[in-house]
Structures are given as C-alpha cells and as structure tokens.
T-cell receptor
Framework: DGGITQSPKYLFRKEGQNVTLSCEQN?????MYWYRQDPGQGLRLIYY???????QKGDIAEGYSVSREKKESFPLTVTSAQKNPTAFYLC??????????????FGNGTRLTVT | DAKTTQPTSMDCAEGRAANLPCNHS???????VYWYRQIHSQGPQYIIH???NNETNEMASLIITEDRKSSTLILPHATLRDTAVYYC?????????????FGKGTLLTVNP
C-alpha cells in the first residue's frame, strides 16, 4: 500500500544532541512538509519542499534543518539550537507542486522527547 | 496569511448530524478550503475540500457560503469514532510556493 512512513514512532534524546527524523513516501508526490504539534495546539509548519533539491522555511524553522536529495525522502534534523524540541512531529506530502487542488497525506508522526 | 476561525469544542449525540463551522473571511478567490481531522496521537486525515460549490463524499459534506467567507463541514450521522479534532484550513500562496497553515481546530466529542 502507498503511504508515508515516519520512523521511529518514539524517540528519546539527551539535550545537546542532534537528532534526525525519517520521512519516506512511496506516493510519487512532489511536495513534502514537516509540521510540529505541541499539546493542545494546532500544527505549525517547520519546512516544506516543492521539488527535489529545493526547500523553504516555514513558520518555525529556527533550530531545524532538512534535505531533499530524493523525491521520496525528506528527513528533518532537530539540532541542539532548537530551544524546545520535545514535541510531536508530523510529515506530509501532496501530489502536485503549486496546485490548489492537492490534499495533504500525513504520516503517523514521531514523538520526540528530549531530556 | 489567510486565517481560519473555528470554535474550540463541540458536542454531538451519536447518530445525529454534526455541523462544524469555519470562518475564513480573508480567503482569496482561487484558494481552496480543506478539512482534516486528527484522532489523538495520529496523523491528520484528509476529509474533503472545495472551492465554491458544495461538495460531498463518503465521509462528509462541505457547504461553502456564496461569498466564500465561511463554510460548514457536515458529518451526517456521527459515530463515536468521529470524535477527533477537526481542522479547517486554506492554502496560502507565497511567491511560487504555497503552504497549508493549521489552526487549533475544533474538538468534536460524539456522545453515546
């Protein structure tokens, strides 16, 4: 079945360590996104990519980095510069670039806890 | 950025219709309205989207006002499994790119 796979589901790290969250899709989608969700909050956009080798900062990009070397992969690195990294991270993709008619498909998230 | 406003929470009796409102008064003429829902600790699930006309699929109906400043998501026969946070969002264009901005959504609780 096609879909978006985020791994791992739960991740624990010590403060000061960088950590990379995986996101893979086999939907052949052009665009991919990373969102962060805190308890009781909506989703906030971290980074998004419309095409391979290109990505844009979202609303809360500070302390995060991404790469888009392959169409199906969009890993997110949470660096030690991120002040409050503990959160639920969601990856999404959509079928068309610059299209007004393409729903997002989400993975099931990675819950990161930094102590 | 085009923003949406939704009630924080709503209740609905099982088997009855759930009507979830959304205001998007700054929506642009070519921006679609999307609805998603999120069950606790899972990724959001796409429900429906529309531009001008009312839309219906196997999950829900979407009613968009003529001036497009608001919309209503209708779950015709709510079940306990429909308890979730429902997000109404619009696309935001930024140059040649676009992004989807989520608010806090409406927590719909379906009661037995």
């Amino acid at each position: 079945d096609g879909g978006i796979t985020q791994s791992p589901k739960y991740l624990f790290r010590k403060e000061g360590q960088n950590v990379t969250l995986s996101c893979e899709q086999n939907l052949n989608h052009d665009a991919m996104y990373w969102y962060r969700q805190d308890p009781g909050q909506g989703l906030r956009l971290i980074y998004y990519s419309q095409i391979v080798n290109d990505f844009q900062k979202g609303d809360i990009a500070e302390g995060y980095s991404v790469s888009r070397e392959k169409k199906e992969s969009f890993p997110l690195t949470v660096t030690s510069a991120q002040k409050n990294p503990t959160a639920f991270y969601l990856c999404a993709s959509s079928i068309r670039r610059s299209s007004y008619n393409s729903p997002l498909h989400f993975g099931n998230g990675t819950r990161l806890t930094v102590t | 950025d085009a923003k949406t406003t939704q009630p924080t929470s709503m209740d609905c009796a099982e088997g009855r219709a759930a009507n979830l409102p959304c205001n998007h008064s700054t929506i642009s003429g070519n921006e679609y309205v999307y609805w998603y829902r999120q069950i606790h600790s899972q990724g959001p699930q796409y429900i429906i989207h529309g531009l001008k006309n009312n839309e219906t699929n196997e999950m829900a109906s979407l009613i968009i006002t003529e001036d497009r400043k608001s919309s209503t998501l209708i779950l015709p026969h709510a079940t306990l499994r429909d308890t979730a946070v429902y997000y109404c969002i619009v696309r935001v264009e930024k140059g040649s790119n676009y992004k989807l901005t989520f608010g806090k959504g409406t927590l719909l609780t379906v009661n037995p």
